[in-house]
């Protein structure tokens, strides 16, 4: 049993650390044109209806989750015929007010790349092209100094040698397995990214041997998800150190987060899932 002594729960583990909001700046595009018209992921099937006014009412609930938890929410103009442009979290990294552009994997999505990069650059930010194939923030993660790099699927491991380089930050490369969870972002989750208190979520069954070691090693602490969460993308959430806005049908995702002092804010992405990407395919960070 566990008992609640103002902020803090002793736990058979020991004593968790109180949670800590801390106000985010993100970039979101509406998916005023999303639809599935191509099969770039296992989740999406051109066959399958999608209704682009239910994903923008769905995507507009999210929008405002962040606008209240005051959250400074940025917008891209989506453009016609880029139907994955909603998946803002691709568009490259953004760290130190540098931003590292995106160079897709797929034809279909690589006019995104220099879209987001001209925000950047209108917005201020120190843009640096890339050179090697990268979907930003969908395979890169910061936790604490080190920023985790997915790759198997989508980003090139030459893109992690790139991203040390820019950001003079560790970069530890994660090889994903399972085509269902091919961005690292639907793999796995930061709860914290507060230096000295790094937490993480994770689906063990999404990596190689070698990188759950890694995972093993570094974040003994992680929550481990269960493969029905993640199955609805629920590891695809964003936290701001406290409220974690996740899936709503990721309900024992839920219940572990607020075991752990976090606040779940379950918001239904239901219409974007057709495309494989969830709340935090929605969300670029902007770090300035
Ligand atoms: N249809 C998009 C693709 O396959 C979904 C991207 C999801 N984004 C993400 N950060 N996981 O590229």
């Known amino acids: 049993m566990t008992d609640i002594v103002d902020d803090t729960i002793t736990q058979p583990g020991g004593i968790r650390p109180t949670r800590t909001p801390t106000t985010r700046s993100v970039l979101m595009?509406?998916?005023?044109?999303?639809t599935v018209v191509y099969r770039i992921n296992p989740w999406m099937d051109p066959a399958l209806p999608t209704d682009t006014n239910l994903a923008v009412d769905q995507w507009s609930v999210l929008h405002q989750t962040y606008l209240d938890l005051g959250f400074d929410v940025h917008l891209i103009d989506p453009i016609p015929g880029l139907p994955d442009?909603?998946?803002a979290a691709n568009g490259g990294m953004v760290i130190d007010g540098i931003a590292y552009g995106a160079s897709f994997t797929h034809p279909e999505r690589q006019p995104e790349g220099p879209a987001y990069m001209d925000w950047f650059r209108?917005?201020?930010?120190?843009?640096?092209?890339?050179?090697?194939i990268n979907e930003g923030e969908g395979d890169f993660l910061l936790v604490g100094d080190t920023i985790l790099a997915g790759t198997g699927f989508r980003s090139d491991s030459l893109s992690h040698g790139e991203l040390a380089a820019i950001y003079g930050r560790e970069v530890l490369t994660l090889r994903l397995v399972n085509p269902s969870f091919y961005h690292l972002d639907t793999a796995l989750?930061?709860?914290?990214?507060?230096p000295g208190q790094e937490h993480i979520a994770y689906l063990p069954s999404a990596f190689d041997a070698r990188s759950l070691d890694l995972l093993e090693e570094r974040y003994p602490d992680a929550v481990i998800v269960t493969e029905t969460d993640a199955a609805v993308l629920g590891l695809n959430s964003f936290s701001d150190g406290y409220n974690v806005v996740i899936a709503s049908r990721a309900a024992d995702f839920g219940r572990q987060l607020r075991e752990h002092g976090y606040n779940p804010i379950g918001v239904d992405l239901s219409?974007?899932?057709l495309g494989g990407g969830g709340v935090k395919c929605c969300t670029l960070e902007l770090r300035r």
């Open 29 to 34: 595009c509406s998916p005023e044109f999303f």
């Open 85 to 87: 442009m909603v998946y």
């Open 122 to 132: 209108a917005n201020g930010l120190d843009v640096r092209v890339p050179e090697q």
């Open 189 to 194: 989750a930061v709860l914290d990214s507060t």
């Open 271 to 273: 219409e974007l899932l």
